[in-house]
């Protein structure tokens, strides 16, 4: 990420208004009714991390979350159009979601994934598709190893400020990517800096995409150091959360320290990393 980009996302993380609605402007909760389908409910809005609670230790490994379908409009060969992005999720147990942004990078983005493999680990990567083009095997080695790929436009841009035309072009030529490297286009999206509007939304659905926001921001495109992004993951830990962490954009060295740090303790606490899935009938 060039040094206007970082400003730029700067600025944008710190305006208000309808240009910056992300995890902390609007959420839903996905939820799994007595038969398996989801529906959307309204979710507080995520204000910051929770007060800091210790981790306790429990026999609770990984339990991959199944069971999530699509919203009922989907059942019959569409996906809903919603009105702002999902933010938390359900499941058995204590589920966590972990979400890596702006990727696949070969510096950072294998050692993430080695990490958890080793801890046989679900995620999910919102890759971009500029970055994805030129690194197909690694999204191959993503699908392979389980993880969901997401799609977190071309170049991202601030969609906002775009036309319906190019809003739709950056997330086609995504999806055409994703679909060309792992076999399946994406079923989940994400907009750019949590900027998201009603175009966004439209064309995510047209394209057969669920919106997914995010419950717990580390910061670390901040480089605020590995303990630190540590520390807020482990102080935002609760059942349902998203967190959101990049392995692309930039220098990602202390993302990649802190999940081997965090991964496991989290794991240990009894939290199930898993990711969530659609299932179309």
């Known amino acids: 990420m060039t040094k206007d980009q970082l ?136 699908t392979e190893d389980g993880h969901v790929v997401g799609n977190h436009t071309w170049s991202h841009p601030l969609l906002t400020r775009l036309t319906r035309g190019k ?11 994703v679909q060309d490297a792992c076999g399946e286009a994406p079923v989940w999206f994400r907009a750019p800096y949590g900027a998201w509007n009603r175009a966004a939304f439209q064309i995510g659905a047209d394209l057969g995409m669920e919106p997914l926001a995010w419950t717990v921001d580390t910061l670390d495109w901040m480089a605020p150091g590995a303990d630190t992004i540590v520390d807020r993951v482990e102080r935002g830990a609760a059942p349902g959360v998203v967190v959101l962490s990049h392995d692309a954009g930039g220098d990602r060295s202390q993302s990649v320290r802190a999940l081997r740090d965090y991964l496991p303790e989290l794991l240990d606490s009894g939290y199930h990393i898993t990711v969530p899935t659609r299932h179309y009938t």
């Open 7 to 142: 400003i730029t996302r700067r600025r944008v993380l710190t305006i208000g208004g309808v240009a910056a609605v992300g995890a902390a402007g609007t959420a839903a909760l996905l939820t799994a009714g007595p038969d398996g389908t989801p529906a959307a409910e309204p979710a507080a809005p995520a204000a910051g991390p929770p007060a800091h609670r210790a981790l306790k230790p429990s026999a609770y490994r990984l339990e991959p979350l199944t069971g999530y379908g699509p919203p009922p409009a989907a059942a019959h060969g569409r996906t809903l159009v919603r009105h702002e992005p999902l933010l938390r999720v359900s499941g058995r147990g204590r589920t966590m979601v972990l979400t890596f942004d702006d990727g696949p990078d070969p510096r950072y983005t294998p050692d993430i994934l080695r990490t958890l493999r080793e801890h046989d680990v679900r995620a999910m990567f919102f890759v971009c598709g500029e970055m994805a083009v030129h690194n197909k095997d690694l999204l191959a080695e993503m």
């Open 167 to 177: 809003i739709r072009w950056q997330m086609e030529r995504t999806s055409e990517v």
